[in-house]
């Protein structure tokens, strides 16, 4: 009996309409494992409603969260941090309090942030390793700085091949074109879902894309254009 497939899918931020077209894409088995890279909140419209849709999916498939920077500062504010708040509001913040009828940490539901505590800051399956962010070429993933993981950009810094040999997966910065960033030994899946991008899913091992835009149309491969 053939494996199940291993599909990690790009920054979601609060596009739910998004998640769920490519979600129905993919169609979940329960031998597969789908790897989210994180940046589940702020910028889109429905935050809320991206946490719940993720939380029903574990009933289908092996789902493996990945914290992002967004994510890390609303858990922040959530447990107590309120400094942060007009900081974070311009950050894509004010979208989340809205999914949340302008009450951000009163109305975020217990089930969220158990959710978000959950998740990991990097996964790594035999050929492949999960980053939300960036990582540090010469180091293994448990050594890594929790401030790459999280919070570096390609922009400021493309790492090198990673010294396990395997291919990494990131997300974070965002690609505005729209097209998967592709250096051979990583790939960037953060086809800036929340503008005028793409969500997009890759099964790592076979290279197949999922992609829909934040109103949910699918992209149709062939052509890289909108239905």
Request: aromatic share 6%; hydrophobic share 35%.
């Amino acid at each position: 009996m053939a494996e199940g497939r291993t599909i990690a899918v790009g920054d979601i931020h609060g596009c739910l309409a998004a998640l769920r077209a490519v979600l129905e894409a993919i169609s979940p088995r329960s031998d597969d494992t789908i790897i989210t890279l994180g940046d589940y909140v702020d910028r889109g419209p429905e935050s809320r409603g991206v946490l719940d849709e993720l939380i029903a999916i574990r009933s289908r498939c092996r789902l493996i969260p990945l914290l992002g920077n967004h994510d890390e500062m609303f858990l922040e504010i959530c447990s107590g941090q309120a400094d942060l708040f007009d900081q974070w509001l311009p950050f894509g913040g004010d979208a989340t309090v809205a999914s949340y009828s302008g009450r951000v940490p009163e109305e975020v539901p217990k089930a969220h942030l158990e959710f978000l505590r959950a998740c990991r800051s990097s996964y790594e399956t035999q050929r492949h390793l999960f980053v939300h962010a960036s990582y540090v070429a010469h180091l293994p993933l448990r050594r890594q700085p929790v401030e790459v993981l999280h919070w570096e950009s390609l922009n400021i810094r493309q790492p090198g091949p990673h010294c396990s040999g395997k291919t990494a997966i990131v997300g974070h910065t965002a690609q505005k074109d729209g097209e998967v960033l592709d250096l051979g030994y990583l790939k960037c899946i953060d086809t800036c879902c929340y503008g005028e991008g793409w969500l997009t899913a890759l099964d790592v091992e076979s290279g197949q894309l999922w992609q829909a835009d934040k109103i949910g149309r699918l992209r149709k491969q062939e052509g890289s254009r909108r239905d």
